[in-house]
């Protein structure tokens, strides 16, 4: 059985510790998920802005706080994530001694005592098998991030939705209440990760994907 991939990727305020959740988004098979942290500040058209943009369909939701957005976080997961045949992808998102978005969320689900969103939820992160067996070497360096993996093995519209040249740039655009484009960049990076998602799931072994069990151990047993 081939599990259904569900593409993940979030957007934050930096890099350390006491930074913030600000967007996380999903692309499954049939559109993207996003969620929007706004501070009250007011979103009237975003969702229609992206939609614009964007073929696959978009479903935004707006949340007040990052507490509100990582408790509707973990609405969505047991919804539609949890005992449902998916795979959770994400690039880079946690490898064997590195990776950003799941240790980046565990902190800030600690923060709040929110409960860990992911359970019963399979995850393969699509680096390793990436960097394994394609070839992401120019000159003497490999190719390591997202965008210049996906520029290399996919390219296409999917990298064109994206407004951004930098990161940084999304940390200024939350903090300057310009959703539009922040949402954008959100949903440009879950469909690149789900793009090379598909080619690794086209040219690779299952055996490739690294899978393993996101249930918190007070999940499995409690």
């Known amino acids: 059985m081939v599990l259904e991939q569900v593409a993940f990727d979030i957007e934050t305020t930096g890099f350390d510790a006491d930074d913030e959740l600000t967007v996380a988004g999903f692309a499954l098979p049939l559109g993207v998920r996003v969620f929007l942290r706004t501070d009250g500040r007011t979103v009237d058209g975003v969702e229609a802005a992206v939609q614009e943009q964007v073929e696959c369909h978009v479903r935004l939701s707006t949340h007040a706080s990052e507490r509100a957005l990582l408790e509707a976080v973990g609405e969505f997961?047991?919804?539609?994530?949890?005992?449902?045949?998916?795979?959770?992808?994400?690039?880079?998102?946690?490898?064997?001694?590195?990776?950003?978005?799941?240790?980046?969320?565990?902190?800030?689900?600690?923060?709040?005592?929110?409960?860990?969103?992911?359970?019963?939820v399979p995850y393969a992160d699509l680096l390793p098998v990436i960097s394994k067996r394609f070839n992401t070497t120019v000159g003497e360096e490999?190719?390591?991030?997202?965008?210049?993996?996906y520029d290399m093995l996919c390219g296409g519209a999917d990298g064109a939705l994206d407004p951004f040249e930098e990161s940084s740039e999304a940390v200024a655009?939350?903090?300057?209440?310009?959703?539009?484009?922040?949402?954008?960049?959100?949903?440009?990076?879950?469909?690149?990760?789900?793009?090379?998602?598909?080619?690794?799931?086209?040219?690779?072994?299952?055996?490739?994907?690294?899978?393993?069990?996101?249930?918190?151990t007070t999940q499995e047993y409690g």
């Open 77 to 120: 997961s047991r919804d539609r994530l949890a005992d449902d045949d998916v795979l959770l992808v994400a690039f880079n998102g946690e490898t064997w001694r590195s990776g950003f978005d799941l240790p980046f969320l565990r902190t800030r689900l600690t923060h709040y005592d929110v409960t860990w969103p992911f359970g019963d």
């Open 142 to 149: 490999e190719c390591r991030d997202l965008v210049g993996v």
């Open 173 to 216: 655009a939350f903090e300057a209440g310009e959703f539009t484009p922040l949402v954008l960049h959100n949903v440009a990076d879950v469909l690149r990760t789900r793009a090379l998602g598909g080619l690794a799931e086209q040219y690779c072994s299952k055996s490739e994907f690294n899978v393993k069990s996101l249930t918190a």
